[in-house]
Nanobody
């Protein structure tokens, strides 16, 4: 089945910005534009938290309360990629960021999403 690959994580100072990407595997027919996509994050010792969701056509987006006004989810279906633009990052945003597909409804519950990438580490520190 379709495989997801996250990229773009790294170390950023508080107040800084970062963009992480979620792409599908290169196999023919693996198209992300068939799916709504969710971004989630998990910090050490904490549960996986829903960050942002986007519909398959990009017309609808949803955000977790902790990131509203700072993060933006977008997609470029021509590039088979979904992005998470993160602004005004704070140390509490440090986590492994994962993208996921396959949920029947746009919900922030991680257990509703069956297919996951391997994650990309985001660290916010001075």
């Amino acid at each position: 089945h379709l495989q997801l690959v996250e990229s773009g994580g790294g170390l950023v100072q508080p107040g800084g910005s970062l963009r992480v990407s979620c792409s599908a595997s290169d196999s023919p027919g693996d198209r992300l534009d068939h799916y709504g996509v969710g971004w989630f994050r998990q910090a050490p010792g904490k549960e996986r938290e829903g960050v942002a969701l986007i519909s398959s056509n990009g017309e609808n987006a949803y955000y977790g309360d902790s990131v509203k006004g700072r993060f933006t989810i977008s997609r470029d279906n021509a590039k088979n990629t979904v992005y998470l633009h993160m602004n005004n990052l704070q140390p509490v945003d440090s986590a492994i960021y994962y993208c996921a597909i396959g949920a029947r409804n746009p919900v922030m519950r991680a257990d509703e999403w069956p297919i996951w990438g391997q994650g990309t580490q985001v660290t916010v520190s001075s």
